[in-house]
């Protein structure tokens, strides 16, 4: 459809946030210690920086399409908007499911360490997208003026990326559950928690709003050309703010505006070549799309191979953890890749032939994982 095809960029850009993750977990965790510490790997972590806050602002801009002209059904509160619902709150039970060390509710509780029960709530990236989708949601709920309600969207950009430094500074767990409490900041070992990093995904959603009038408007080339000179000018200029304040521009930062917006700039710019690659292609079908379709199973599944303990209490982490040189980074980052791009085929493939069958299968599947999780042994 021609109507889809004009979309083909967003699953371009997740598609290439996934594969470049996959590159940063192993880099990470499999190259050794002493590599790390060369200037080219300062540059490379820079760089796998921006997956990160790419996949969040493609999660908020693909949100605002899919709720395009689509309040006044979500208020009826409807089947439409439960199965929204549902979407969200698989996400963030996959991003809890990443940290469980064992599917038993009874073993986690009795036989597991405070540091091991703790590790389980922290916020990863998936439950920072399915707040921030939820939160998206509840906005669309209850202000049904489209002007205010991305005005909302823009304050609350602006607050989270400069309160963020402020929020990293209170320990929470003084006044409420660990649970909750990791959602504010990293003090108790979250990865991604909502400040800075729900900005990004409500950046995108704004973003989304300004690119699809552009679009009817019939000058979606130029937005996107502004767009991607307004990124990169913000990006470069980050750099030399952050010269001033740090050293060195590629050195990583306590979050704070200049470290929110620099990366933004970049997001932005990474958003307009893959709209001009989509078109200048005319892109339908790859690998990339394959993998950006299926952003959720990809995310979820690398990261099992790689940390889930498989064999005598080990996972592949822990046996290869810092000892590989480069090369060997490079293979096993291919070798990951080809096989999450094959599963993303297979299962793509399920759910277009078979969709009813795929849809009772997920449900099943979850339903099952969580039922033996509350009840196992």
């Known amino acids: ?3 889809k ?6 699953d371009l850009l997740r598609g290439w946030a996934l594969l470049v993750m996959i590159e940063v977990h192993i880099f990470n965790v499999m190259l050794m210690p002493t590599l790390k510490e060369t200037s080219w790997f300062t540059v490379l972590n820079f760089i796998n920086g921006l997956v990160a806050p790419s996949f969040l602002f493609i999660s908020g801009f693909a949100f605002a399409i899919s709720t395009r002209g689509k309040s006044d059904e979500l208020r009826k509160l409807n089947y439409s908007f439960w199965k929204k619902i549902g979407r969200i709150s698989l996400i963030i039970l996959a991003g809890y499911a990443l940290h469980l060390p064992i599917l038993s509710l009874r073993r986690l509780m009795h036989f597991y360490s405070r ?5 389980f709530f922290n916020v990863d990236i998936l439950q920072c997208i399915g707040i921030g989708l939820l939160l998206l949601v509840l906005l669309r709920l209850i202000i049904k003026s489209e002007k205010f309600y991305n005005a909302i969207l823009i304050v609350l950009t602006f607050l989270i990326a400069v309160f963020s430094p402020v929020v990293w500074r209170i320990d929470f767990a003084k006044f409420m559950v660990i649970p909750l409490a990791n959602y504010f900041n990293a003090m108790h070992g979250s990865y991604f928690p909502l400040f800075p990093w729900l900005g990004f995904l409500l950046a995108g959603a704004v973003t989304c709003k300004y690119y699809l009038e552009a679009r009817e408007g019939n000058y979606e080339k130029i937005f996107i ?3 991607m000179i307004a990124g990169i000018v913000i990006a470069l200029a980050g750099h030399l703010l ?4 740090v050293g060195f521009s590629f050195r990583t930062v306590t979050p704070n505006p200049i470290f929110f917006f620099q990366r ?17 292609r005319q892109t339908k079908s790859s690998f990339v799309l394959d993998v950006g379709r299926e952003s959720l199973l990809v995310y979820w599944l690398h990261l099992q191979i790689i940390y889930r303990d498989f064999w005598d209490n080990k996972s592949i982490a822990s046996i290869f953890g810092g000892k590989f040189y480069v090369l060997d980074c490079i293979a096993a980052t291919l070798i990951l890749a080809l096989i999450m791009v094959a599963v993303a085929k297979f299962w793509g493939s399920v759910k277009r032939n078979h969709k009813p069958l795929a849809a009772n299968f997920t449900l099943g599947l979850v339903s099952l994982c969580i039922i033996i999780f509350l009840i196992g042994f």
């Open 1 to 3: 459809m021609k109507e």
């Open 5 to 10: 095809a004009r979309f083909i960029f967003i």
């Open 115 to 119: 540091d091991v029960i703790i590790s």
């Open 225 to 227: 050309n502004r767009i």
């Open 242 to 245: 952050l010269l001033d304040f």
């Open 264 to 280: 933004l700039g970049y997001v932005v710019f990474l958003l307009g070549l893959c709209w001009h690659y989509a078109e200048l």
